[in-house]
């Protein structure tokens, strides 16, 4: 599966954006969906990651209820909607499939293929 994260911008503290992933290929609701992001000098950490069917969803917990993870296997698309931006959510984010874990996973290792990062900039 190839994927492409789009979406991210120069916004400021307290609005909201939407990243979009779109995939490419037929088997798109094999896969598990996850977000991860990279801020600079930091190491990329999990954001939030949808099931193949959408059902089930995680969170990080520093998120406090700000992001919902979706996803639209009719358009082979997952969808982060993000609310209430905060200046520490600057960061490079990235969508990325694991298509081997039976359950949602947070874990990196687990995510096979990576869509390559769309920037989100929060100036306060």
């Known amino acids: 599966v190839q994927l492409q994260a789009s979406g991210g911008g120069l916004v400021q503290a307290g609005d909201s954006l939407r990243l979009s992933c779109a995939a490419s290929?037929?088997?798109?609701?094999?896969?598990?969906i996850g977000w991860f992001r990279q801020a600079p000098g930091k190491v990329r950490e999990f954001v939030a990651a949808?099931?193949?069917?959408?059902?089930?969803?995680v969170y990080a917990d520093y998120l406090q209820g700000r992001f919902t993870i979706s996803r639209d296997n009719a358009k082979n698309t997952v969808t982060l909607q993000m609310y209430s931006l905060k200046p520490d959510d600057t960061a490079v984010y990235y969508c990325?499939?694991?298509?081997?874990?039976?359950?949602?996973?947070?874990?990196?290792?687990?995510?096979?293929?990576w869509g390559q990062g769309t920037l989100v900039t929060v100036s306060s």
């Open positions: 990325a499939a694991d298509d081997y874990s039976e359950y949602v996973s947070r874990t990196e290792p687990r995510y096979d293929f």
């Open positions: 949808v099931s193949r069917s959408g059902n089930s969803a």
């Open positions: 290929g037929r088997t798109f609701d094999n896969y598990n």
